[in-house]
């Protein structure tokens, strides 16, 4: 058994929440077409997960990314250049990626949604299951390991 | 918990048939004359017909068998479901469906080709199936193969009845294969 429930499963689960993330973080009017754009995306990669855990921090942080992207798409380039800061999001999360591979699952999500999306620890515990609390031990212990690694490098 | 306003749900799981990557897109048909019915396709065709299905296990199954995107897609049954419409009012003699039967083994394979060629409204046993595919001692092997039906209705094993003319068993109930081998004019 791979632990990785049917996509039925994972969806019904899911779906509810998703929405009401989606539409907190981009208001209800976008959130229909990202909430599409989110369980698409989560189909596409499905097939390769490899366990079935933290499928909940794994479809907020999609649902995340999806919102991130739409933002970028909405907003021509010239008016980008006004808003530096959604510029520096981006790039925070493409460097995080290849170097939180190795971590734990759990702490993998909480530094990435930390990291790379600017999650308050509130949010991050929700989309873990858990708690602020637990999301900050998760996230420091993430980064502990990371300085670790980078020492042994 | 928010609730996902239906519009917004059919239109993910249309999308997700449409994207081609679903391993088994499956509906539940909640009343046909044969009662609930799941049915399930692939990309390579009908995948399973399940009498009295508890979805859970199913699911289940069918994500160990055939990958774990499985999601109830009604969209992609749409042929699946005419052609069984058609044939539950005794329109359609003969099913024009692809078939995935991947997850089946070699031998089962092989029983239940040999079985698609009994032609609707007529019968044949156990045994003769076993001759036809070179196992003339294996009746009851057969019997577990029809058993053991992925697609049932659609591979006719309720046309599989014992030697001396009884309905013997059927993986659905009996009440059914009667009420199939009645609809095909087999049984008076």
Redesign the interface.
């Known amino acids: ?2 632990g ?6 994972f ?1 019904e689960s899911h ?3 998703v ?2 993330f989606l ?1 907190r973080r981009a208001g209800r009017d976008r959130a ?1 077409d990202l ?2 754009e989110t ?2 995306r989560a ?2 990669a ?2 390769r ?1 490899e366990h079935g855990e933290h499928l909940r921090a794994w479809v907020l942080t999609i649902a995340t990314n999806a919102v991130v992207d739409a933002g970028r798409r909405e907003r021509p380039t010239a008016e980008l250049s006004v808003e530096p800061a959604d510029e520096d999001q981006r790039p925070a999360v493409e460097e995080l990626a290849p170097l939180t591979d190795d971590l734990p699952p759990k702490e993998r999500a909480a530094v990435v949604l930390r990291y790379g999306y600017d999650l308050d620890y509130d949010t991050i515990g929700a989309a873990l299951g858990s708690n602020e609390q637990a999301a900050r031990q998760a996230a420091s212990a993430g980064v502990r390991r990371l300085r670790k690694e980078k020492e042994q490098r | 918990m928010t609730a996902v306003p239906t519009v917004l749900d059919e239109r993910f799981r249309t999308a997700a048939a449409a994207s081609g990557e679903l391993d088994v897109a499956y509906d539940v048909l909640d009343d046909t004359p044969v009662g609930r019915l799941l049915v399930g396709v692939s990309e390579l065709g009908l995948c399973r017909v399940n009498f009295d299905p508890e979805p859970e296990a199913e699911l289940e199954r069918l994500a160990r068998q055939f990958g774990p995107r499985v999601l109830r897609a009604p969209k992609a049954l749409d042929r699946v479901r005419a052609e069984l419409d058609e044939y539950f009012v005794g329109r359609r003699h003969a099913f024009d469906l692809e078939l995935d039967l991947r997850a089946t083994p070699e031998f089962h394979r092989r029983v239940l080709e040999e079985l698609n060629r009994v032609e609707y409204g007529h019968t044949t046993t156990y045994g003769a199936l076993a001759a036809q595919v070179g196992a003339p001692r294996a009746a009851r092997a057969v019997g577990t193969v029809m058993n053991r039906n992925p697609l049932p209705i659609v591979l006719p094993c309720h046309r599989v009845v014992g030697a001396n003319g009884s309905l013997t068993g059927y993986g659905g109930g009996l009440d059914r294969k009667e009420w199939l081998l009645r609809l095909e004019g087999a049984l008076l």
């Open positions: 058994m791979s990785i429930p049917p996509f039925e499963r969806y779906k509810g929440e929405l009401a539409r229909d909430f599409q369980f698409l189909l596409h499905y097939g997960l």
